[in-house]
């Protein structure tokens, strides 16, 4: 797997407001896509996934959308808290590789 | 609980000391990664290994090294040829190599080399 050894695009927004995180990825193989977030100083964590033959996946304020045509995976956070301000990783893996390619990252952060 | 334990948190050594971080599971995953992340970056892979005695470098093996004698226990030395060995360093497991699925973090260890 690769990752991009870049530094992170910030988002920055209110409380209340929705976020909207974007990933982009290159291997239109790619089948399963996850999304992490880390906060300061600690390991990711699983936030909600999606396989490529969905185009749209609902959690808990979260929902995930996938469009395999120009491959883009984007994250959208409702009713953003502070709580949520962390940075959000996704990650993709390619039938065959469980070896999962993580996207640069975007810092989340959410003033009260 | 099940989960993955990193140890040390915080590690402070030398310059051209060797320091081994120690990752242990209890999750029954085949699959575990050693991945480096610097202030403000993303996360490169440095090993993985698939199962036991078993691993495979990754984008950025140079100066470490890893063993895989037990399935729980996958620890990464940092040599002293590792040019800039100061990072937070992140274990990870997944169920395994035919099976996509998420990876499970450890909390990280921080290396500061001194």
């Known amino acids: 797997g690769e990752s991009v050894g870049l530094h992170l695009p910030t988002l920055s927004v209110q409380e209340g407001d929705n976020s909207i995180i974007n990933c982009a990825y290159s291997n239109s193989a790619s089948d399963y896509f996850i999304w992490y977030k880390q906060e300061s100083g600690k390991g990711p964590q699983f936030i909600i996934d999606?396989?490529?033959?969905?185009d749209k996946r609902q959690g808990q304020r979260v929902t995930v959308l996938l469009n395999k045509t120009v491959k883009h995976l984007s994250l959208q956070i409702a009713a953003t808290q502070p709580g949520d301000s962390a940075v959000y990783f996704c990650?993709?893996?390619?039938?065959?590789?469980?070896?999962?390619?993580f996207g640069r990252g975007t810092s989340l952060i959410v003033h009260p | 609980d099940g989960g993955i334990t990193q140890s040390p948190k915080y590690l402070f050594r030398k310059e051209g000391q060797n320091v081994t971080l120690s990752c242990e599971q209890n999750l029954n995953h085949d699959a575990m990664y050693w991945y480096r992340q610097d202030p403000g970056q993303g996360l490169r892979l440095i090993y993985y290994s698939q199962i036991v005695n078993d691993f495979q470098k990754g984008d950025i093996a140079e100066g470490y090294s890893v063993s895989r004698e037990k399935k729980e226990s996958f620890p990464l030395t940092v040599t002293s040829a590792q040019k800039n060995p100061t990072a937070f360093y992140l274990c990870a497991s997944s169920i395994g190599a035919l099976l996509t699925g998420e990876l499970f973090f450890g909390e990280g260890s921080r290396l500061t080399v001194l």
């Open positions: 999606i396989r490529s033959n969905m």
């Open positions: 990650a993709y893996q390619t039938g065959g590789s469980y070896i999962p390619t």
